[in-house]
Structure formats: structure tokens, C-alpha cells
């Protein structure tokens, strides 16, 4: 695999597969957080250390053929330029904390784009998998494999009582986040988010944005995660977060019903009119693209909008983002540059249809 | 000619025709107040007179084929439905005046629509004459010819100070209102015309909206016309009204220019938003309505949009009025149910394209 494969391209080969409840979630995610026990921490900026571990992965697992898993990549963060690094973010194949700690940093891809294994970021293997749909526990198993072929050739920090240790306090025990990124525009339009999120909260799950801590819900998707990583084994993390989301899913379901019945022409006029914005904008801001990608989506889930992919939805959310504009248009460019490109790119999509 | 003939189209055949400054200027429009002289004016609200007038015009004036127009029609008001007379008011073929007072109101139409004499409204008769673009003398020109034939069989109320005589002073004198419709997209957007109405006002001439009096300027169409009747002949009222105009139209066109150089990839944003908008909502009331088809009419002028007709300002303005909404429904509408036939009607008509 070359890196333009990975950074061509807006959405990710795995997504286009199907999975269940795949038009309300978008996708599923664990993540483990592992540390070598003889290293220090990426966190403690030793340089020697980090470009020790470096060197490890990449002696010890790359060009590896003897994995289930499709051919993995080895790319360190500083071959590639500012740009691409975000368009890698965008992507959720790193993380922006790799970005700031580059020098040292690299990621094992796989070519489906479904297993990232980021290298000192704050611990110094952070292993995420992904899948399409609700898919939590084929997730987690496909996780452990990774897991344990890391760990052939390596000695993890782990505790007896504590479990794995981590950078981070908040990560250790299991050192494993599971989270779940999902599409509520029914929730958010009749406004019952606002009453549910407080509510998943107190179920010790954090509602975030698309674009995970601190960003905002663009385009009505959540991201939902565990708070917790320790007392409680993977599984049953895995297990209550998927109780949650299929209640979830019943919410948007019947919301999204409810809103049709309630006023089918005033949802119609809702879709065609942010449609009609996507086609036809010359100039248009990221939230406002997010708010009329989401209503298209709908539009299609709802059988209104018809001839168009349901993966708009992942594939121009990430596509309208700085990092892929600037990609695609081979240099850096102000705010009000990208608006027009996020425009042009957009419609250049919408025209291609299928 | 039926009835039908001239409601069911929301654009006059006449408008179809070329004329100077098209672009800018949708029509010309010169009024003649006229009054018999031995009659009682309208407004003297006698129900026998008024039923006296209208039995001489239909005797006399139908059937005619004598004139050098077109063959004219005369249309009783009381034969009318209260949908059909909005439609005749939506298409500047007849006054709101004439069918508060309908039962011994009428109307004499030629095929083209150029021609409007109508009967038993403030006065006798107003003669009414469009022409498209600029083209005052001719209008007046016409005017002239109907009114010479209407007094060929007639006495008029004449003073040899006053001039003729009409029932509000106002319009003592020439009888004459001498009116433009314009688009002025490009002096509302760099708000310049907020201060070219209160000049132009200070010229004595009147400022309204596209539909007279007390209306809004919907859609950026403005109508200049003649405060003053007395003491100046048509001709210079004529004159001078076109002289103000040729300015206007002047300011307009460097307005456009300016707005295009300013931000040419602005200006397509807003005329290309517009387009997708009435493409695709499937509600809109007459408000957003008008300001799409004037951003839609302006990007038509600039060729920013192509294979689309220059005539569509005036027809979708018509077509979607009140009137012919209902029309069209065959029944009255709510004004919720008018916003959704009006975005249904503006995407069919749009879908014909030319």
C-alpha cells in the first residue's frame, strides 16, 4: 500500500461494507490502549525512548503476511507533510495528538483502513478497529487478535490488580474505549437529544462530536463512548454501551417516523432544500454543509432522495473537511477559500451521483 | 376571445416582445382618466348610472373591428368568480379598485393584453397600455388612438382651464398616469437605493412596489410613475419620467457591474442558491419566492444562468400570486396550502425551462 491510497480517498474501503443498523450507525469502534513495560512513557518527551519504540514496530511488525488481517502499512508521521496529516485525522485513522508528537510517531494501517495501530501517541500502542454498523463485539475479537499478535514479540505494562497501565489515569484497567458513532437527526430535530444526553451521561457514556473531545455534533452525529475502563471486563463495557445504543436506535427510528407522519411536505421541503443547496452553492461553511448532508442523508434513509449512495453522508462529511480540501486543491488555503471549495467539491460529488 | 384565453397564462403575449432596456425595464404604462360628460362619476356610487355607462360601452364599443388593434374583448366583472378577478389584478389587466365595485364594473381586453379599458372604476374609463421595456411615447401614442376612438361616440368631461375631469383630483388635468416597471436587483444590494427614492421622490414622481400602491417592492421591482397630472402636457410628463428612468436604468447597470467585479464567485453563490431553492422547496411563501426569482432573473442578465427565459421574473411573479395559485387549484386556498402549490407550480415551470 502507498500512502496516496489512504489519503485519496474520503471514505474508508470498510465502510462501504454493510452492518447492522448501518443507516443510524455510522460505525463502531474499539480501541486499546497498551504500554511496553520496559519503556517509558511516550508522555514523558524522552526522545531516545520514543524513537526506541519507534524502531521496535517497526522492525518487529511490519511487511508482516502472517496476520487474517489484509496487509499492513507502516507510515511514520514524519514523512508526511502538515496536510496529509490531517486528512489521516479526518479519516479517524489517527489521532491529532499523533499529529503534535510527530517526530517520533508513526501508524500501522491496514488496506481495508479498518485497524489503525497508532505508535506513541500517549501510550505507546494505541490499537483501534473499526466496523461498519452496530458491531461492537466483532470489533473487540478482531481487537484481541491484534492484541495478542503485538504482544508474541513484546512484554506488556500490566498490573494484576490494576490491569493494563496507561499514560493516562482514565485509560487504565482494561485500557480500552469502545465508542459508536451514530446519525440522530430525528432526535435532534424534535429536540429529545437534548433530554437523552444528560440521561446517557448518568449511564457513565460520553456524547461527544464527530470529531471526538471537545468538537461539536456537525451534521447530527454522536459519537457515544465508555468513561470507564476499570472494574468492569471489556465485554461487559462492549455489552451495556450496545444496550444503549439499540435504545438509541429505537429513539431515531420512531422519531424519525414521527416526524413524517407529523408533516411529510415540511420534511420533504427540509431534504430538497438542503439538496438543492448542496447542487447549487458556490460558497458554503463547513457547519452549514454538515446540516445539509445530514437532511440528505435522511432524505435517504426516509426513501425520499433516491439514486444517491447512503455513504454521502460518511464519505462528504470527511470529504469537506480542511484537511481533504486542501489535498485535493495541492496547497494550503484560507478559511474563505475553502468555503469555495468545499462548495465546488461537493457539487463535483453530488453530480457523480452513485 | 374567452375568458379563458386571458387567465390561464400568467405572462401577457405582449411581454414576450422585445423592447429597450428589457433587462431592466419589464414594462411602460401610460393611464388615461376619462369621464362622460353627461354621466354621474362612479363614485357618486348611483347604481343607475353606472349600470348606463356600462350598457353604452358594451353597445358601442364591442364587437369592433374597425380599430387598428387587435379584436377587444369586453368582460363584465359580475361574470367573474373572485379568482378569476385576482387573476386579472396578479396581471395588471384590472385594478383591486374595480372589483371592490364589480357589479356594474367591466373590462375591455385586447388578445394581446396590451390594451385594458376599464369601466365604472374610479372614473368611466381608464385606458390603460403596456408596452415592454422602455417605450412611453408609444404607449402614450396608443393611448392617444383609443382614446380618440372611445370619443368618436362620446362626450368627455372637459374644462378648458382644468383640462379633463376626473372623480379625485389627483388626476385632473392630462388624466394621465404615466408608470415603469423595473428590476433593480443591483441597487438594492449595494442599498443605493435607499437614497435614489427619496431623490427621485423630491422630482415628483412616485416610488412603489410591484403592485401599486401601499405594496411592497417585492422581488426588487420598483414602479416610477407621475405624481403630477396638471399643468404640464403628457408629452414632457412622459419626457421626464423617461429621462429619470434612463438614469436609473444607467445606475443599475453599473450597480451590476460593480457587484460582479466586487465578488463575481458571491454573486453566483446567491443567484445559484436562489435557483436551487425554487428547484427544490417544497414550501415557500410569495416573500422568498419574489427574492429567489429576482436573483434568478439577475443571474439570467449576467449569463451566470443559461437556457432559461428572461421572461421568467415576470411570469413566475404572476404565476405564483394568490389568484392564480388558486386558479390553478381550481378551488381557495389556505395560505399554508398556497406556499406549497406555489413551490410545486415554480418547479414545474422551471423543469419546461424555456
Redesign the interface.
Known sequence: MTLESFINEAISPWMLEDGPDKDIVMSSRVRLARNFADKLYPTSGNQEALEEVLQFIRKNYTQQEDTEQDSISFIPMKNLSMIEKLVLVEKHLISPHLIKHSDHAAVLLSAQEQTSIMVNEEDHLRIQVYYPGLQLRKALEEAYYLDDWLEEKADYAFDETKGYLTSCPTNIGTGMRASIMMHLPALVLTKQINRLIPAINQLGLVVRGIYGEGSEARGNIFQISNQITLGKSEEDIVEDLESIVNQLVEHERMARVYIYEQSE??L??RV??S???L?????IDSKEAAICISNLRLGIDLGIIENISENILNELMVLTQPGFLQHYANKALRSDERD?RR?SIIRERLNLKK
Do not use: V
Open positions: 411536505i415540511s420533504e421541503d430538497f432544500r439538496y438543492g443547496t447542487k447549487n452553492s458556490r460558497i469555495i462548495a
